[in-house]
């Protein structure tokens, strides 16, 4: 049972459009939430976050909103750069008792974008 | 610094035998994570220790698979015996408290003949 969904395998976008990759969850526990981007051949590297008390974080040209109420985020990513192409995963997370965030992922989002 | 350290890359080896992974995390964080990425599952979890002590292990597949982290310094993940199934890339992870994001390795690309 998955509790992140990244339902887009993969997305395809121009140069200088806006990238939006959507992410479900069904956790209502979850109060972080977290968007790693991936080359191939390398570990996934921390992107952006928002917490559950916002609705909306910005950085750069990259931007994550927050719909509690639907489960749902996304990520934008204004204007879209072909260094942007990568695997997207979306992760979850809600405070354990052992004090360690223990995060939950989607299988990600191929984006490609297209010079 | 650093970062998270991982070997081997790639280890390639014949089932039935044992393969150990090995994870150094970032200094200073108390935290270390297993995962295993596969074209099925994704990124899942495998087992996360806290200030060295395995906390959640109810990712670890099957009996074959065992983890330790001896040290703040050092962990290992081991599959004996190795399996075909088992192919995939396997991640460490390292987490500071009060830090939001995981930090993770660069990987070890696995696969069992």
């Known amino acids: 049972d998955q509790q992140v969904k990244q339902n887009s395998p993969s997305l395809s976008v121009q140069e200088g459009r806006i990238s939006i990759l959507n992410c479900d969850y069904t956790?209502?526990?979850?109060?972080?939430f977290l968007w790693y981007k991936k080359y191939p051949a390398e570990g996934p590297t921390f992107l952006i976050s928002i917490s559950s008390i916002k609705d909306k974080n910005e950085d750069g040209r990259f931007t994550v909103f927050l719909n509690k109420s639907a489960k749902h985020l996304s990520l934008h990513i204004v204007p879209s750069q072909p260094g942007d192409s990568a695997v997207y995963f979306c992760a979850a997370s809600g405070h354990s008792g052992a004090g360690s965030y223990q995060l939950t992922f989607g299988k990600g989002t191929k984006l490609s974008v297209i010079p | 610094d650093a970062g998270v350290i991982q070997s081997p890359r790639h280890e390639v080896t014949e089932m039935g035998q044992e393969v150990t992974l090995r994870c150094k995390p970032i200094?200073?964080?108390?935290?270390l994570f297993w995962y295993r990425q596969t074209m099925m599952r994704g990124l899942e979890l495998l087992i996360y220790f806290n200030n060295n002590v395995p906390i959640d292990d109810s990712g670890m597949p099957e009996d074959r698979f065992s983890a330790k982290m001896p040290n703040a310094s050092f962990s290992t993940l081991k599959i004996q015996p190795s399996e075909p199934r088992d192919s995939a890339v396997y991640f460490c992870?390292?987490?500071?408290?009060?830090?939001?994001?995981?930090?993770f390795g660069p990987g070890t690309r696995l696969t069992v003949l």
């Open positions: 956790n209502s526990m979850f109060d972080y």
């Open positions: 200094s200073g964080h108390n935290s």
């Open positions: 992870a390292s987490w500071a408290s009060g830090s939001g994001e995981q930090f």
